[in-house]
Every structure is written in C-alpha cells, then in structure tokens.
C-alpha cells in the first residue's frame, strides 16, 4: 500500500457532462500529478500540482483542470467528456516537485458513453 | 519530445527462465529513471530506481536494472521468474521537472 487513496473506484458518465475525480495524499506529501492511462498504454502525464499551484502540464486541452487543498487532497475535473477520456485515471504523491519518486492510487476507472 | 520505449510489448516465459525486458529513452539530460510494476487488479507500485551513483539498482522480489548512459537504456533484469511475477511493467524517466514519462508497458506472462 503507498497510502495515497482514490475515488470512486469506477464511474460511468456520458458525453459531455462533468466529472470529478478525488486523490487523498500522503500526509506530508506536498505535490500531486495526475495522469491518464488508456486501456494497453502507459500512464500520460495531464498535470502537477505542488502546495496548491499547477507546477507543469502535458498535452491536455483545458478542459482538464484541478484543485489541490492543504489538507492534502486534490480533485480533478474534466468538463465536456468526450469518448476518448474513458480511461483508468491515476494520482500519484511525492514528497516535493522534481526528482522526488511518485507514490500512485489505485486509479479511478472512467467510462464515458 | 522526451520518450520512452520499451522493446518487447508482450512477453511469455516458463518458470525459472530468466528475464531481461529493454527501455530506451531520449532525454539527455540529467535523469532519474524507474521500473513500476502492476499486477492484475492491483495499482502502480514501485519496483526500483536509479537516481546517482551505481549505474546496477537492485529492487524488490529479485529484479534489478542496470543504466547505461552511453546507450540511453535502464533494462529490467531476473533470472529466475515466478509465476506470481506475471504483471506489467511500466519503465518511466523523470526530469527535474518533476514530469514523469512512462513507456507502453511490457505484459508478462509465467506459465506455471
């Protein structure tokens, strides 16, 4: 277990609606990055966080965006589904931004019809 | 753009066969590399890293990498797997930028 939580577990949600999605850190962790994992690739970087600031983003439309709150939970938001964001959606903790390792979340599994 | 390429894309072994599993990555710069690891239904766990120093990393459960810098190649090493080792396994660099880039997955598959 790394100690970093995730919810939902799963989540069905049609095209064109709003979802958001929750990460629990780990106590003391003051950066959280999330990325996308498509069915049979890797994880895609979407953004960072640290101490409540976006630190970094990859090749994802605005549409993406996130919270991160001092309590050392973050949530991320996607407005406008479209299919293509049906994927397994991972939070990952590290201790600081930069060469610090990444402690990953169970995922949550977004299907989007 | 920074990538990361893992070789063999889906792999099947016996028991007790050894395992090497290649990554490449483009970056030159300075930069960490990781070997994660997923089994069925389970999330992302780390199983080694290499920030400095000995360019061999041992992990956990017996794998050990080594980086080659002249070749830009952090392999995954076993040599002698268990079918409780079926699994994907992800190697991933990171910048100092904090960014972490993964390869497609290797999928292993030991046959009892």
């Known amino acids: 277990e790394t100690g970093v939580t995730q919810s939902p577990t799963h989540l069905i949600k049609t095209r064109g609606q709003q979802v958001t999605l929750r990460c629990s850190s780990q106590s003391g962790h003051n950066t959280v990055s999330w990325y996308q994992q498509a069915l049979g690739q890797g994880p895609q970087f979407i953004f960072q966080?640290?101490?409540?600031?976006?630190?970094g983003r990859g090749n994802f439309p605005p549409r993406f965006s996130g919270l991160q709150f001092p309590n050392y939970s973050s949530e991320l938001n996607v407005n406008a589904l479209e299919l293509d964001d049906s994927a397994l959606y991972l939070c990952a903790s590290s201790l600081d931004a930069g060469w610090e390792t990444q402690y990953f979340g169970p995922g949550t599994r977004l299907l989007v019809l | 753009a920074q990538s990361v390429s893992q070789h063999n894309h889906h792999v099947i072994l016996s028991e007790a066969a050894s395992l090497e599993l290649g990554c490449n990555y483009s970056?030159?710069?300075?930069?960490?590399l990781f070997w994660y690891v997923q089994y069925p239904g389970q999330h992302l766990q780390l199983l080694l890293k290499?920030?400095?120093?000995?360019?061999l990393v041992k992990g956990i459960k017996g794998f050990e990498a080594e980086f080659i810098k002249s070749k830009f190649s952090f392999n995954l090493r076993k040599p002698s797997v268990q079918w409780s080792d079926t699994a994907e396994y992800f190697c991933?660099?990171?910048?100092?930028?904090?960014?972490?880039?993964f390869g497609q997955g290797t999928t292993l598959q030991v046959k009892p």
């Open positions: 991933a660099v990171k910048e100092n930028t904090g960014k972490l880039i």
């Open positions: 290499y920030f400095s120093g000995d360019p």
């Open positions: 966080y640290y101490r409540e600031e976006e630190n």
């Open positions: 970056y030159g710069g300075t930069v960490n």
